[in-house]
Structure formats: C-alpha cells, structure tokens
C-alpha cells in the first residue's frame, strides 16, 4: 500500500497497461527515463492487479466526476425531443437517449416526468463532452437492473462509502438485509436509492448509511448493530 | 449551478414520513440538532454547528470617528456572505433569495435587537468610538443556516473581549492585552433565533430546525427570534400558509423552551472556555 500525492510519478509499467480513475499517462521522458510516464492526478491510496497491469488511486471524494462503466443515480432534469437530461451529481448534466432503454424502439418510448430517478449507467465520459448514460447493457439490451426507480428515497453520501457500499463483503447491507427486506441500487455518484416496506425501515437504511459515511461518524459493524436497536426496526 | 429541486420520490417519502411524524434523522418535529460550539485560539473566534451546518464567526473592533449625528454611539457591522464553499446552489457575488433572508434577518436579530450596547461603545464623545465588526462564513448548508448563523454570532459577541483603553484629558491610551485585561462588550440579552418549517398538507405538523431536504420542501417557513426572558425580537413568516393566532402562540411557546436551554447551554459553554484560558503567573 503505498500513498500517492496529485503530481506524483507512478512505476505503472506493463505491456497492456489499463489506467483507473486518478491515474494520467503523460508524455515525454521522465525520471525513469522512459518514452511516457505515469503520474497521479489525485491524493488516495494506490492499488494495482496481481498481475501489474491495472492500476487506479483509491481516495474519498464528495465531488462526482463522470467515469464510463460506472453505474449511477440520476434525476430527471429536462425532457428534450429525443431524450432527457440527467442530474448526476457532477458539473455537467448528463444526456440520456429515450432509445437506450430495454425494449425502447421509435414508436415505443418510456415516459419519464421531470423529478423521476433513474438508475443508469455512463456509456461517454470524456472530459471534453456532456457525459452520456444508458438504462441497459450495451451487449444483451437487456435492463440489468437499470430504468427508473419508483418509490424509495435517496441517501447522499461520500464516493468511497459507494465503493465500499458495492463491495460484497461490507457488513453494513447484509446487515440490514438480515432484518428486513430491502431494495438498494449503489450509484457511484454518491447517491443510494434505498426502499423498504416501512417508512421506519427506510429511515433506519438511510440513518445507518449516513452513520456509516466518515462524515457521518464512520461507525464499523458493532456500532452500527447498537444504532439498529436503538431505531427499533 | 444551481441543483434541480429534489426528485419526486424523494418528495413523496418526506411527506408521507412526515404524516406520522417521522424525520429523516430520527428526531422528533420539535427538536432541534443539538449545536457545538468551538471556540478558537483568538477571543471573538467562535464556530457553530447544528448537525452537518456550520457557521463561523469572528469579531473584530477597531477606533473610528462616530457618525456626526450620533456622536456617543459606537457602531456594529455584520459582514455576511453565503460562499459556493457552502454549497454548490451559491454563487459568488449574486446574493440569492435566501441570502437576501439571511442577512436581513441577521441585522434585525444581532444588531436592531440592541443586543449590544453601543453608548458603551463610545470612548471619546465626537472624537472615538469602536468599531464591531462582525464576519460570518457558511462553511456547510445542511439547512437552517439563519439559526446556525445567529447562534454563531452572538456567541462570538459574547466571547470576544476588547482592549481596554484609557482616556487622559484629549489623549486615549490603548492598553495591551498583557498590560490590563480585555473587557467584554456590554450585552444587554442574548436572542435566538428558531426556525420552523411548514408543509402544504396542513395535517403535517410544523418541524424545528429543518434539514435541507425539508427547509427545500416547505411551503413556509417561520422564524422566532427571542431571549430567555420571554421578549420576542423578531417574528418572521415567509411563504403563503394560513395560520392560526393559537398555532403562532404554540409555536412561541416552543421557542421560550428550547430558547431557555440554549441560554444555559451557551452560558456553560463560554464559562468552561474562559477557565480553560486562565494562565496562572508565578
């Protein structure tokens, strides 16, 4: 584990050589004495695949920037002819095709009101042009889960408890997932869309994810536990 | 940019958990987030904040010539100004609605209430008189920042200290802090202010202390600002709900409650920070 600072050359090196989020290839001779180089672009933690061939910073932010492949939570903004313009959360509104839905053709179109949720996933980030989104994957047009999202209520938090939030091992939704059933989708624009049959449960998912935040409190697995009881659920 | 307003079912939920009275951070509708105060190495240095809103406050005093009109005044500025470092929807040099609130608000309860004293202000009639000026930063807008805000200024009011000057004849001596202690400024009461938010079902009952969510989500919003002696100094309605006369006066009631707590709280709080800065000499 090694901490990175914005500016800071990186020994990334390898034949097929893919660069995560925080991560710059630069031109030019460096220190290494190489044809191009390597630096960070934001303060965090770098990581790397076993094999040396991925690279990326991992680093806690509140500000989302746009990454393609990445899934988030979006709200409908403005209806234009042939698609509608999405909140994320970042500088720029996103656009979202009314075609790049499941089963969507030009007669057949879903109908989203100004003020839905969507769930969707960033097909064109490019740091240059409005970040566009998909509601299905691009391979098997299928939804995979992505389309509007009906109900519920949306938590806002930092991009790491997202991360983290995503990662199958972290206790804190299995937890809840324990006690009562639950509907999650993760955007990793630092929103959580939760739902649950009760109004209580959906405030109590929504107090232990803030809890959970570092901003909130940070609190691990045991302190989490006696906040469930005391929100009796 | 300012960020669209929240999304419908975000507005759903808010309302419907409101009916049974349920907030969003398990609070009751008439509780506030309890507020920190921290105070800072200089005196008159004082941040406050009710749950993720802070406010920072800092005073100032300096000698100036007093308005020929009012020559045995000293005078009081605030200086406030929402920054985009409180939240995106701000933006630098345009003064928003709220704002425009904000610092109105401001003025009425710290300096029209006659919070402080200003003839003790004066030091040489016609000739000298300090200066307070008062600065308030948004460092964070998670809803009600007016009552984070005035909490924040008149406990920087309270904990600042001025050096204490001597008049000799035509001549005004400033002693140093090391040479004689500062003085406090002469505060004759210490209002607060409570916001409550209003919700267009009239079947939800009215919220203290909003959070963002529910401050974007009111159909009206009242503030009460008053001391703990009972004497309301300001009482302000925006936003077009009808009241009652008997929920004004519930609300009123509320407020002398929760103001009373917050006296006592403030009172401890600057009592431990000033044993804290004794320095023995030996």
């Known amino acids: 584990m090694s901490v990175v600072l914005p500016g800071e050359e990186v020994p990334a090196q390898h034949v097929n050589l893919k ?18 180089t390597v630096i960070s672009t934001r303060a965090g933690i770098l990581n790397h695949s076993a094999n040396r061939s991925k690279w990326w910073v991992e680093s806690n932010s509140r500000r989302y920037v746009p990454a393609p492949q990445e899934s988030v939570v979006g709200v409908i903004t403005q209806r234009l002819g042939e698609g509608y313009r999405v909140d994320v959360g970042a ?5 979202l095709d009314s075609l790049a839905f499941e089963g969507a053709s030009k007669r057949n179109k879903p109908n989203l009101k100004v003020g839905c949720l969507v769930y969707a996933r960033v097909s064109l980030a490019h740091k240059d042009m409005e970040p566009e989104l998909e509601c299905f994957d691009a391979q098997t047009r299928k939804s995979e889960g992505f389309g509007e999202l009906k109900g519920g209520f949306v938590v806002r938090c930092g991009l790491k408890t997202c991360l983290d939030l995503l990662d199958t091992k972290h206790f804190l939704l299995p937890l809840l997932g324990g006690r009562f059933p639950l509907e999650v989708a993760v955007g990793l624009n630092g929103r959580v869309w939760v739902n649950a049959k009760e109004i209580k449960q959906i405030v109590a998912i929504a107090r232990c994810i803030e809890a959970v935040d570092p901003d909130g409190g940070g609190l691990d697995a045991k302190g989490v536990k006696t906040l469930l009881e005391t929100l009796d659920v | 940019m300012r960020p ?10 808010l309302f419907s958990a409101l009916k049974q009275s349920l907030r969003l951070d398990g609070r009751l509708p008439l509780e506030m987030r309890s507020p920190t105060i921290t105070f800072g190495p200089d005196l008159g240095w004082v941040e406050c904040a009710l749950g993720k809103t802070r406010v920072l406050a800092q005073v100032e005093a300096k000698m100036v010539k007093p308005a020929p009109e009012r020559p045995f005044e000293g005078t009081i500025t605030i200086h406030s100004e929402i920054s985009p470092m409180a939240s995106s929807e701000y933006e630098p040099g345009r003064p928003s609605d709220e704002e425009v609130t904000i610092t109105r608000m401001l003025d009425k309860v710290l300096k029209r209430s ?28 998670a809803g009600n920042m007016l009552d984070c805000a005035c909490l924040a200024g008149i406990t920087a009011l309270r904990h ?26 002469a505060i004759h009461h210490t209002p607060f202010c409570f916001t409550f938010a209003f919700f267009p079902d009239i079947t939800t009952p009215p919220v203290l202390d909003p959070n963002q969510l529910e401050q974007r989500l009111s159909a009206g919003l009242v503030s009460i600002a008053l001391n ?12 077009g709900v009808p009241l009652e006369t008997e929920e004004v006066l519930t609300l009123v009631n509320v407020a002398v409650g929760k103001a009373k707590e917050l006296h006592g709280f403030l009172d401890t709080q600057l009592r431990e920070d000033w044993v804290g800065r004794k320095v ?3």
Request: glycine fraction near 8%; charge should be negative; charged fraction near 25%.
């Open chain 1, 19 to 36: 660069l995560g989020p925080g991560l710059l290839q630069v031109p030019g001779v460096g220190s290494s004495g190489r044809e191009s």
């Open chain 1, 91 to 95: 500088a720029h509104y996103a656009s």
């Open chain 2, 4 to 13: 669209p307003s929240p999304s419908i079912p975000e507005k759903e939920f």
């Open chain 2, 114 to 141: 006659d919070a402080v004293d200003k003839e003790s202000l004066c030091i040489l009639a016609g000739q000298r008189v300090w200066h307070i000026r008062l600065t308030l930063h948004f460092l964070a807008d």
């Open chain 2, 160 to 185: 600042f200290r001025r050096p204490d000057v001597e008049v000799v004849g035509d001549e005004v001596i400033v002693h140093s802090p090391l040479d004689r202690a500062p003085v406090p400024l």
């Open chain 2, 228 to 239: 703990a002696q009972k004497e309301i100094c300001v009482l302000q309605k925006l936003g």
């Open chain 2, 280 to 282: 023995e000499v030996r």
